[in-house]
């Protein structure tokens, strides 16, 4: 059988071996699919050590490895050289890496087509503009939303998110400290680390519209902060990123099989079993 893995630090917990044995039973396919634990300093020369097998196809990468992902990476996609990280390694036929992001198309979709969000129209806040923000950031803006606003605890990361798009009339900074001062919205994701951090966010209840959606990239405990805030202000809708989580996985599949896996199932399964 082919070889796949995910890369983490930590990975014990990882839902994508599940996610990716799942899909594979969708199309009758028999794979080998890995976690990996790589400390940061060890991380290149286990991707090496992996790819090393003839067997191995592909792997995914978690935190905290997508930027050495995308930097180990012979070649790179659009999607991961707007993010500047990767979460999807592919060796190709001629043996060379390539690095790609499946994480902002993940978001559009679950957002989309699981959530029922028609994004045009929507007035979006962006918490954070590290790795993941980047990732989508661009899939937002690129998925019609009517505007696109980066408030990042450190400014300068925001700006220049916002000035690599370059569409300022539609994408702008505005201050982390100014947030109370900035109306509210109808689309506000959560990109920032705090959570994995274990660190709370304080954010004003004026941010949320009438009839916000909020959410977060993350799952499980990670999230908790976030969407607590975001109920206890009246958000209409408050989602985590397992729908993202099992998107991106099916894209990484779709990448290594060329085939399509059904997500809602699998989705449906992690949500049932209190991931
Ligand atoms: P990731 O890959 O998860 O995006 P990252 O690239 O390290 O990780 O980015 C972390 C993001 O979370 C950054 O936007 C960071 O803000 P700074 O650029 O100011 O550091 C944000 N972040 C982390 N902890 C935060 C906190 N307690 N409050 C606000 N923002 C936080």
């Not at 969708?26 to 991380?43: S, T, V």
């Not at 569409?167 to 982390?176: F, G």
């Not at 998107?247 to 060329?258: I, N, S, T």
Request: hydrophobic content about 45%; charged content about 20%.
């Amino acid at each position: 059988s082919l070889h796949f893995a995910v890369f983490g630090h930590p990975i014990a917990h990882s839902l994508s071996p599940q996610i990716h044995q799942a899909f594979a039973r969708q199309f009758g396919i028999a794979l080998d699919y890995r976690a990996i634990d790589a400390a940061p300093d060890d991380f290149a020369d286990a991707v090496k050590g992996f790819f090393s097998d003839g067997d191995s196809c592909g792997a995914n990468v978690t935190l905290p490895h997508k930027s050495a992902a995308f930097a180990l990476a012979d070649e790179h996609t659009q999607a991961a050289t707007r993010a500047g990280t990767a979460n999807v390694l592919t060796r190709l036929a001629n043996g060379r890496l390539s690095a790609h992001n499946t994480d902002g198309g993940a978001l559009v979709r679950d957002l989309t087509y699981r959530h029922d969000l028609d994004l045009r129209g929507h007035d979006t806040l962006l918490l954070g503009a590290g790795g993941a923000a980047r990732a989508v950031a661009w899939a937002l803006f690129e998925a019609g939303v009517q505007t696109l606003t980066i408030v990042n605890r450190s400014p300068e990361a925001a700006d220049a998110l916002a000035d690599m798009i370059g569409e300022p009339a539609r994408v702008h900074t505005r201050y982390w400290e100014d947030l109370a001062g900035i109306g509210s919205f109808d689309l506000i994701v959560n990109a920032t680390s705090a959570g994995t951090l274990g660190q709370s966010l304080s954010l004003p209840f004026s941010l949320v519209g009438s009839r916000a959606t909020c959410y977060d990239l993350g799952y499980g405990k990670s999230a908790f902060g976030f969407l607590a805030w975001a109920r206890a202000a009246g958000a209409r809708y408050a989602y985590d990123g397992l729908g993202m989580l099992v998107e991106q996985a099916a894209d990484a599949f779709e990448l290594w099989h060329g085939k399509r896996p059904d997500t809602e199932p699998v989705y449906q399964a992690l949500r049932t079993q209190g991931s």
